[in-house]
Every structure is written in structure tokens, then in C-alpha cells.
């Protein structure tokens, strides 16, 4: 509920959502704390949080203690001594706008005219476990969780195992004394790239994963037994001193970099002057998130006065001087409603799954994409089930599994289909693929697709045409194929719902229009299975029209660079068939038989350019981006160096993107590869980005729902 809900309500209406939100906060505390086994997401939770306190707010005179916001986190668990800490381990209160940092920030002035003017860090607020860390005469002798706050768990012998803790400061000799007593917090945290592997192994060895990194690193941290920990790959950052004796820094800036002097391992933050600048910070973040080596769900910012800060106070367990600005969240549950299955353009059966609508990141989801029948058995998703959600940036929301705690009895285990729901054929499965296929080449459903692709940008650009035109073309059996767009008349279209004079003429015209695209465009059109806008281009290079592809052998395909026995197999496979033999036939007879430019002459915009890849690409393996910008005059290394012009950055980048970083070498995403090539993106790197600027990433907060994938 928003705040503006609550301002609405009256005041019976009020309590009885205040004891409703009371009583859900505790169970989903217990869920998470005692039973490890939460069933919402940590946004979710946040959000609820935040509403109790605005309730508070409102009427300060109903707080009992034994709201969930006069607690400090969770009772420590048994098995582990428990330690007093020196000082309250406080917590963050959040904020999810700019307008609730403003606000904050108003606050803050009102109390003490001197904020005006204060300065401020900005923060990665990292997803880990806050730990709290204590060093006499520079060698670490206890190490606790942060438990209540103010009471945790004794976890030295197992934060002696995380290789990065500095067990005595400083580590340089050559650095600063050390104090005589120091207590330092920090964050004890996984990589996604790690997170990733060992729940890998896990599964492999049919032990329980983990939902997410912080998750990973609680219970690492917990094990009873030191010798787990050791194999767990935990890290650390610290950034804030507890107390001590001696000469403190004074600020947050200093305190960070006297950490790092001492040894320990320190993020990188930003110190502003104002608060436009902490608000810009924010942004930089945000928009670096998915490049972040860990997992990073938004800044928190700080009075740098360290003075200042404490003489704000505390409200609960929230220090005023600082804030957690929150990312948007990319993962939250739903209820699955229903699955159903999308019939692709070359016939391949995937699986969607229908959601309660809910809201990821500004934009409201209704469906999901559940990847491929196994993935649905692997993760043994039912209909019913509540599961979770994510949506992370540029990426098609997807199904991460199922909450299988919130289960009730009633989830109904799915069954895949045997036959096409479209044209009613019998599937296919090549038992060494993952896939499920309707072969039925006259299959309506598929056919949509194939003319819906052709005109897409990506292919032939025909604007107007699309999924609705070509699914009612298709119905009235005006096509039989993409080649019999081009003997399309104005009665033909005039017979459809929906047109009128002007729109068949501008469908016809642009048509017309695309008679004259290149012959990769053609060819990526033609739905051959394997060949997208990288290898047609590739093609392109070889073969200089259709009729000379058409006579193309396997082996000749396969020595081209790029092009592997599977793709070569379906080329000429594909060039076999009698009715596609029939469409060649057509599309030349209508003029579409465009003639490649060959190599030699061909503009080569990426020439004297060089590049290095790190990271999973979305619409290329390593090969073919290699074959892409080669195809397009430039040259690729395996590593950084200074004579490495651009790093194009997957996901999941590895260290080349730090390498490339020091050297100052500019990095680019996949899409931006191709717009440098002079190709238009696939529509997978574009999706649900219409109204974004021509380079760049997407911008998560865009409130349009990427579409599904056709297949
Ligand atoms: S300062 C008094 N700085 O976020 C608050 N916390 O949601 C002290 N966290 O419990 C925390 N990164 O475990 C601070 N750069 C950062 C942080 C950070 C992650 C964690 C911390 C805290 C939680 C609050």
C-alpha cells in the first residue's frame, strides 16, 4: 500500500491494517531468521516495513514493543556463544525515490540547520552479512554476526577462514599504527560468479542450494563446523568503525580510506558536496549494477561528519545520518496462475508461464518465460505455486523457481503437452536436445511467427507488420509463406478487420519498400533454424545471392569460420526442401533476390579497431562475436592490454573488466557491437526498449513489459 492509500483511510480501518502488518512482519521474521526458509523477497519485506512505520508515524501512541520495528533483527540462533557488542549495531531505514531522499534530507535540516551544508558518501549497499570485527593491538580476536544488534554469535574460528579478513593490522607494515583497540563492521559477502558455482556443486551433490548470495553467506558464515566455511568462497568488505582507542578518522570518507590503509579490503564510494550529486552517485550505480562482480541492491548514503551523524540520534534502530536509497527490485513472488506454451517460428515449443500481475521495477508483469519443459521439471515448478520472479534490467522476466515453503497441497504438478496446440500434430524431441518441436511445416502458429520475424527490424523492417497483421494474414490464408507478402494486393488486405484504404497502402508500400535489404537481412527473414543476423552476415561474405547458397555443401559451410556441423546441417537442409525450393522461386520472381556486396568493397566500420570480450553474450557464443567483428574489418585479442580498444562486457564479466578499467579502455555492451558494425540489434538486446536513446543499456525502470520470446 502506498502512503498516499493510508491517508486515505479512517482510523479503525488503519489499526486493523496496522495489526495485520504487525502479524505478517513477525511470521515473515520468523520464516527468515529461524527457519531459513523465507517466502517473500527482501524488497517485498522492506516495503512492508516501510508501511508499518508510516502507520507509526501517523500514530506514534500505538507503538507496543513488540512491533517488528522495535526490534533489531532476529534472536541469535543456538549453537554458537553469544557475544555482547560494545556499541548497538544499528540498521538502515530505506527509501525507494528521490523523493523520499529529499524528504530525508528536509528532515534532517529541520533538526539541525547545519545539514544544509553537510557533505555525504554514497555507498554500494552490498547483499551480504553484516559482521562485526575486533582487533586489540592489531590482531583480530573475535569476530560476532550482528544477531539482535545488540547481542550476536561468536563466528571467529569461522571468520578466520575468509582469506580477505586482515587476522592482523596493519597488513603493510609500512602502514598506519595500529590502535590498541578497534572494532570494525562489515559485510561478509559472496560473487554472483561464485554464488553461481557453488550452488552448482551443490546440486551436483544433491545438497540443498541457496535462494541468493546473502543467503549463501549467512549460512556459510553459521556452519558449526569451521572446515565448511574454509571451502566457501566468503568475502569481505568493511566500511565503518564501531569504536576504538586512539586517533579516529573523523569523517566516513577518511574512515574508509584508513581502513583500506590498514589492510582492509574497501569498496570503491563517492564523496559529494550536495545532495544532486548523491542523487547522480545513485544513478551511476544503478546503471553499473549488472557489471558489479557481487550483488549490489542499492547505495546508502552517509553524513560524512562523522560528529554530525552521531549527534542526529537514532530512531528505533535507523542512525538519522544515513539512508539506504534502494534499487528497484528485480525479484519478488507471485502466484503462477497457469502455464501455457508459445509455438515459435521454427516450431519450437516453449513454455510461459501466466502470473497474478505484479510489479517489477516500475513495470507491472503478467508473464514469464520458464525457459523449456526441463527446466520446469528441474525445478519442479507447479501450477498454483507461489515462486519467484525476476526481471533484471534488459532481460525477459523469468521464473528462478518456487517457493516451495508456501505450498499448501493444492499446486498441481504440470504435464507438457504431446501434441502442437496450435495445428494439433504430434511434438518432436530429439533426444539429445533439450527442445520440443511441432514439425508440421504448414502449422498456422509457426507461420505467423516466420512472417512476423521477416518483417521484424531485425530482418526485412517492414513497419506495420506486426504479430496481429501477420496472424490474421495467415488465418485468411493470404500466405503461405514470407515470399507471398510480396503478391499481396489492396483487396486482399481490404477483406481484413481493421483495414482501410490508407493502412493497405502503407503495409503495401512498405512491403515495397523492403525489396532492396540486404541479402543478410533476407536471410536472416527466412527462419532458417541456427542462422540469426550474425551468421547470415557471415554468409553474406561467401556466398553473393541465394541461388549460390542454395548449392553450398555441408563441408564447405562448415569450413567457414563460425559456422559449426549443427548450423551447416540445417542450411542445407533447409535449402532441400521442395516448398522452401518453391519460395526461392517466388521471392525472385516478385524482385526480392538481393545480390551480396562482397567483402573487398564492403564499408567495414569496425576496421583497425581492436576487441576483447569478457562475459556470457546474450545472441552470440565466443566464436561468432569473433567471426561478427572480423566480418566487419575489426580484429580480436584473448586478453587486455593497452592496444585493446573496446572490452565488450557480457554477463557475468570476469577480470578483464577490472583489467580494462585500470587501463582506462571503454567498455560496451553487446548491443552497442552491433550498432558499431552498422547492424541493427537482434530483438532480444532491444526488447521492451522502444523509446530508449540508440546506444547504452536499457533503462530498468522503463515501464514497458518486454515480450516474449517467439522461439
Ligand atoms: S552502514 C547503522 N554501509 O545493509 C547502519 N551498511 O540494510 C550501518 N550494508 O545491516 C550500516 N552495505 O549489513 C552500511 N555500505 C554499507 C552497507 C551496509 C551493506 C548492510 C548492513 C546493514 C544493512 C542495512
Known amino acids: 500500500m502506498t502512503r498516499e492509500d493510508l491517508l486515505k483511510m479512517d482510523e479503525a480501518q488503519l489499526r486493523r491494517r496496522y495489526e495485520e502488518l504487525k502479524r505478517e512482519i513477525h511470521y515473515h521474521n520468523y520464516r527468515y531468521y529461524v527457519l531459513n526458509a523465507p ?15 508510516w502507520i507509526e508515524e501517523l500514530h506514534p501512541e500505538w507503538v507496543t514493543p513488540d512491533s517488528p520495528t522495535q526490534r533489531v533483527g532476529a534472536p541469535p540462533a543456538e549453537g554458537f556463544r553469544k557475544v555482547r557488542h560494545p556499541v548497538p549495531v544499528l540498521s538502515l531505514a530505506n527509501a525507494f525515490s528521490d523523493e523520499d531522499v529529499r524528504a530525508w534530507f528536509r528532515r534532517l535540516v529541520r533538526l539541525d540547520p547545519r545539514v544544509e551544508n553537510a557533505d555525504f558518501t554514497v555507498e554500494p549497499k552490498i547483499d551480504g552479512l553484516s559482521v562485526v570485527l575486533h582487533y586489540r593491538e592489531g590482531q583480530f580476536v573475535l569476530g560476532a554476526t550482528r544477531g539482535d544488534g545488540l547481542e550476536g554469535e561468536d563466528v571467529t574460528a569461522n571468520l578466520r577462514t575468509v582469506k580477505q579478513l586482515p587476522l592482523r593490522i596493519p597488513v603493510d607494515p609500512n602502514g598506519p599504527p595500529p590502535p590498541r583497540y578497534l572494532v570494525v563492521r562489515g559485510e561478509v559477502y559472496i560473487t554472483k560468479e561464485d554464488f553461481r558455482r557453488l550452488n552448482e556443486a551443490l546440486a551436483a551433490r544433491g545438497e540443498r542450494t541457496y535462494l541468493n548470495p546473502r543467503n549463501t553467506a549467512a549460512g556459510s558464515l553459521r556452519q558449526l563446523d569451521p572446515r565448511v566455511t574454509a571451502e566457501r568462497p566468503l568475502r569481505l568488505w568493511a566500511y565503518q568503525i564501531l569504536t576504538g582507542e586512539g586517533d579516529l578518522p573523523r569523517t566516513q570518507w577518511e574512515t574508509l580510506q584508513y581502513l583500506r590503509a590498514l589492510g582492509f579490503p ?37 553524513i560524512n561528519d562523522l560528529a554530525l551523524q552521531q549527534s542526529l540520534g537514532v530512531v528505533g534502530k535507523d542512525p538519522r545520518g544515513m539512508l539506504a536509497y534502494k534499487f528497484p527490485a528485480r525479484e519478488v513472488t507471485t502466484k503462477l496462475l497457469d502455464i501455457r506454451v508459445n509455438v515459435g517460428r521454427t516450431g519450437k515449443i516453449t513454455p510461459y508461464a501466466i502470473l497474478e500481475p505484479v510489479e517489477i521495477g516500475g ?156 541479402l543478410r537481412r533476407l536471410l536472416t527473414g527466412l527462419s532458417i533454424k541456427g542462422v ?43 535449402f532441400s526442401r521442395p516448398r522452401h525450393r518453391r519460395l526461392l522461386e517466388k521471392l525472385k520472381k516478385a524482385g526480392v533476390w538481393p545480390r551480396a556486396v562482397q ?50 562486457v557480457g554477463a557475468n564479466p570476469g577480470s578483464k573488466l577490472q583489467k580494462a578499467r585500470q587501463l582506462g579502455i571503454p567498455t560496451i555492451d553487446e548491443r552497442t557491437l552491433y550498432e558499431m558494425a552498422g547492424e541493427t540489434p537482434p530483438a532480444e538486446l532491444t526488447e521492451g526498449d522502444a523509446d530508449r536513446p540508440a546506444a547504452g543499456r536499457a533503462d530498468p525502470d522503463s515501464p514497458k513489459q518486454p515480450t516474449l520470446p517467439l522461439g
Not at 288 to 299: H, M, S, T
Not at 544 to 567: F, H, N, S, Y
Open 363 to 518: 513495470a507491472i508483469i503478467r508473464k514469464a518465460t520458464l525457459h523449456n519443459f526441463e527446466y520446469i521439471r528441474e525445478k519442479d515448478i507447479r501450477i498454483g505455486d507461489r515462486v519467484y520472479v525476476k526481471r533484471s534490467g534488459d532481460v525477459i522476466p523469468y521464473i528462478v523457481g518456487p517457493v516451495k515453503e508456501a505450498r499448501t497441497g493444492e499446486e498441481i504438478p504440470y504435464e507438457p503437452p504431446t501434441h502442437c496446440p496450435v495445428c494439433g500434430e504430434p511434438l518432436y524431441h530429439d533426444p539429445d536436445e533439450v527442445d520440443w518441436y511441432c514439425v508440421n511445416a504448414a502449422c498456422p502458429a509457426q507461420l505467423a511467427r516466420r512472417i512476423e520475424y521477416f518483417a521484424s527490424r531485425t530482418a526485412m523492417d517492414i513497419p506495420g507488420l506486426g504479430r496481429k497483421i501477420a496472424e490474421q494474414l495467415v488465418e485468411a490464408r493470404l500466405v503461405e509463406d514470407v515470399a507471398d507478402l510480396y503478391y499481396l494486393t489492396r483487396d486482399d488486405l481490404l477483406k481484413l478487420e481493421g483495414f482501410a484504404e490508407k493502412k493497405a497502402e502503407n503495409l503495401l508500400a512498405g512491403i515495397a519498400a523492403s525489396r532492396n535489404r540486404p
Open 599 to 648: 567483402a573487398a568493397t564492403q564499408a567495414q566500420p569496425l576496421a583497425g579497431l581492436t576487441f576483447v570480450i569478457t562475459g556470457t553474450l546474450k545472441t552470440m557464443t565466443r566464436e561468432q562475436a569473433k567471426a561478427f567483428i572480423e566480418a566487419h574489418g575489426g580484429r580480436v585479442a584473448s586478453s587486455v592490454s593497452r592496444k585493446t580498444n573496446y572490452l565488450v
Open 39 to 53: 517466502v517473500i523477497s527482501d524488497y517485498e519485506y522492506d516495503r512492508l516495513m516501510q508501511e508499518l512505520r
Open 532 to 574: 540469426g543476423p550474425t551468421i547470415a552476415a557471415l554468409l553474406e561474405q561467401h556466398y553473393p545471392d541465394l541461388d549460390a547458397l542454395a548449392q553450398a555443401t555441408r563441408e564447405e559451410l562448415e569450413a567457414l569460420e563460425g559456422i559449426g556441423p549443427v548450423i551447416a546441417r540445417s542450411i542445407v537442409d533447409w
Open 266 to 302: 574497501v569498496f570503491d564510494a563517492d564523496h559529494c558536496p550536495d545532495l544532486d550529486c548523491v542523487l547522480q552517485a545513485y544513478r551511476k550505480w544503478l546503471q553499473r549494477r549488472d557489471e558489479l562482480p557481487y550483488e549490489c541492491d542499492g547505495v546508502v548514503i552517509k
